[in-house]
């Protein structure tokens, strides 16, 4: 992900997505034309070979995006279709890495508090990035604990990429470090404007525009 300024790491949830009314595509279009580039794509909602047939329907998509500047879509959970794909894809806490996995495509891991970032550091492969949150309470995650006061901890422990998860919005964005390896994920904030693919992009247009210029 190193490069890609300023920092924004969209989620698209299908749950959240399918309630407002915006399809992945429509979506992707949206984010992609606003200037946003890494794209993590979460379904809790479907059964495995849905999640299949949607990403592959997708990809052409994201190849088509990436011949201007490389598009990241990353799959969250779904590590063998991931694989199979040949595509990044992001674990929760308790997911573990396929079996003989080999490091062979950029991953990400899900952490919460300082044990489990050193637990990341013990994983063989080793993530590429680390997820830590909740920064803020969150519309789809309402009981995580708030992670805020390890920020700088966990900072100094990973030395790598991170990105900072769990409520963020345009009115707290500016609460949190920023730097060329931190990256913030937004979910529901998305729809601050509106569910139509025009207020996605005009969201992820304002949200780079005021990571870029803090």
């Not at 998860?165 to 500016?174: S, Y």
Request: aromatic share 12%; proline share 7%.
């Amino acid at each position: 992900m190193n490069g890609h300024c300023p920092g924004l790491y969209g989620i698209y949830d299908e749950e959240t997505s399918r309630k407002k009314g915006i399809s992945l595509e429509e979506f992707v279009r949206a984010f992609a034309g606003g200037g946003g580039r890494i794209l993590q794509y979460r379904n809790k909602t479907d059964t495995p070979g849905d999640v299949l047939k949607i990403s592959e329907k997708i990809l052409p998509l994201i190849d088509s995006i990436s011949t201007g500047e490389e598009f990241h879509f990353i799959m969250n959970d779904y590590a063998r279709i991931a694989i199979r794909l040949g595509i990044p894809f992001h674990l929760g806490q308790t997911d573990p890495l396929p079996h003989g996995y080999s490091n062979s495509l950029f991953w990400g891991r899900s952490t919460h508090n300082m044990e489990e970032v050193d637990a990341a550091l013990q994983e063989f492969p080793p993530p590429d990035y680390i997820g830590f949150g909740a920064m803020f309470p969150s519309q789809t995650k309402t009981t995580a604990a708030v992670a805020t006061p390890a920020v700088d901890s966990v900072m100094k422990r990973w030395e790598k990429e991170i990105v900072f998860i769990g409520g963020i919005t345009l009115d707290n964005l500016l609460m949190l470090p920023h730097s060329p390896r931190i990256f913030h994920a937004v979910i529901s904030d998305f729809f601050r404007y509106g569910n139509t693919p025009a207020d996605v992009e005009r969201y992820t247009r304002e949200f780079i525009g005021k990571l870029k210029y803090a």
